[in-house]
Every structure is written in C-alpha cells, then in structure tokens.
C-alpha cells in the first residue's frame, strides 16, 4: 500500500537499507538543516536596536527630582505598648505553646507577622500567628519575655 506521507521507512528486515531516506526520495538530514544567517568574525554584532531612531531634542523636560524624605526623628513612632503572654496545653497534645496576646490597635497585622518571624528565629522555635496573637511552641517564657522587652513593649502574664 503506497504510503501518503513523506515519513521514514524503516526496513522490517533490519539488514541494509538506508534510514535517512523517505518515500519519497528526500533526505531527512538536509531537512532538518536550516539556512543561518553568518556573521563575520571581526565585524561588530548586529543588534536591534528598538530606540534607534528616537530623537531626544524635541522631547519635554522630565520631572524634577523629589525632596528627600523627612527624617524619622521628625515622624512620631508610637511606643508598642502592652502585651500579655500566655502558657497553654490544651487542645494540642500535652505540647506546651507560649501565647502572646492583647497587641495594641495601632500594631498592624504585617507587623504582628514581623514580630512572629523574628521570635521564631530567636527562640529556634516554630509557631503561628493566629488573628492578632503570635503563638510560639515550646515553653520558652523567660526567652520570649526578653526578648520582648528589648524591643520596648511591656509584658504582664506567665513568668
């Protein structure tokens, strides 16, 4: 049955035969060879350059550079307030997790989440942070107190 195609024929017999030839007489090596452009060793690459042609001398002057920001001395940062710390068990397996709690309203949530990372790295714990509350696993109270109050918050609760 004479084949469509111009695909490969492979020879059931395996002994001689060429694979490189289709059907129809092309060679599948010539196919796959595509004609590339050749660039000169000595001569500069040719690039495209999008913007070439671009002329700057009719072009509006750009903006002016803004001021630099005011100094943090000068922007009121709120003290960080009280938190409590909390030590429970239940519901987790006999585990004991160190809870901290009551952040004042103006901590936001991104640096609710920041204190929790830096606590995690501190203590070598793992731990959450669930609503506005940081939870810290393993009793590490007096590490988590220290630390704490090294970055200015007041701490009531486990001791």
Known sequence: MPRASCWPL???????GDYTTTPCGSNILDMA?????RV??????????PFAGLQLAG??????????????????????GRVVLRRET???G?????????????IGLAAIEE??????????CGGTIRGRGIELQGNQAAKIRSFLEAEGFQVAGVT
Do not use: Q
């Open 94 to 106: 006999g585990k004991v997790v160190i809870v901290i709690d009551d952040f004042e309203p103006h």
């Open 40 to 49: 000169p060793a000595g001569s500069p690459p040719v690039l495209n350059h």
């Open 59 to 80: 072009l509006p002057p750009g903006p002016a550079p803004a001021a630099p920001p005011a100094s943090r001395s000068a922007a009121r940062i709120p003290k960080p």
């Open 33 to 37: 060879k595509k004609d590339k452009a």
């Open 90 to 92: 239940a519901h987790r």
């Open 10 to 16: 492979l020879l059931e017999s395996g002994a001689g």
């Open 115 to 124: 204190l929790g990372r830096r606590l995690r790295n501190a203590c070598g």
